[in-house]
């Protein structure tokens, strides 16, 4: 039970780490939010954005993070 705790605490610190860049760091290295493959629509008073790109590398980093982390 300790051990998933832990693991808790570090995805909370790492997703606050994320929301803070987001929030205040406007141009992110490489175009996060920004690549090929990111879906967004304007219409006149509406705007849907999916960072489907940028989901998907991020997911890609943070899953060979957490393997070379949490390696046995």
Do not use: H
């Not at 808790?8 to 606050?16: F, P």
Request: no cysteine; charged share 15%; net charge positive.
């Amino acid at each position: 039970m300790e051990d998933m705790g832990k693991l808790l605490v570090l995805l909370g610190a790492m997703l606050l780490l994320m929301g803070v860049i987001m929030m205040f760091f406007e141009k992110l290295p490489l175009g996060l939010g920004r690549l090929p493959g990111d879906i967004v629509i304007k219409r006149d008073n509406f705007v849907f954005y999916f960072p489907l790109a940028t989901s998907l590398l991020l997911s890609l980093i943070l899953t060979l993070i957490l393997n070379l982390l949490f390696r046995k």
